[in-house]
């Protein structure tokens, strides 16, 4: 139950920098497109088809991160378990830059697209 009560904790606390940035007043909380905003729709949804994307895989590379962690600091003398851990950690920091990096482009083509480079 514990690790249960631990782990819902820690996935909850990654939800914080998003509702953060989305309060109202916020001039950041223009993340996410709004087809009001683009003369085509079709184009308004696969912006946010793809800025949804890159936010559930930086989530899901989170979550993998932390979840490595755990492993290889409960692994004790099990060197498996340590070794698990830390692939599984590698490979979260690697889909996490890879995340960032697409989320940057994106943002970058998105601009560029409407015309506000």
Same mark, same amino acid.
């Given at each position: 139950?514990?690790?249960?009560? &631990? ?16 309060? @109202?007043?916020? @001039?950041?909380?223009?993340? #996410? &497109?709004? @087809? ?13 088809? =793809? ?7 930086? #989530?899901?590379?989170? &979550? #993998?991160?932390? =979840?490595?962690? #755990? ?18 950690? $590698?490979?979260?920091?690697?889909? =996490? ?18 015309? $506000?480079?």
């Amino acid at each position: 139950m514990k690790k249960i009560l &631990v782990l819902a904790t820690a996935l909850l606390s990654l939800a914080n920098p998003a509702y953060a940035i989305l309060q @109202p007043g916020n @001039p950041n909380a223009n993340l #996410f &497109v709004d @087809p009001a905003r683009t003369g085509n729709n079709f184009q308004a949804i696969m912006l946010y088809a =793809l800025t949804l994307l890159m936010s559930l895989v930086g #989530f899901v590379a989170m &979550v #993998f991160l932390v =979840l490595g962690a #755990f492993y290889y600091m409960t692994s004790g003398a099990n060197e498996d378990l340590a070794k698990k851990g830390k692939s599984m950690m $590698t490979k979260a920091i690697i889909g =996490l830059v890879v995340a960032i990096l697409s989320f940057v482009i994106l943002t970058v083509v998105q601009n560029a697209v409407r015309g $506000t480079v």
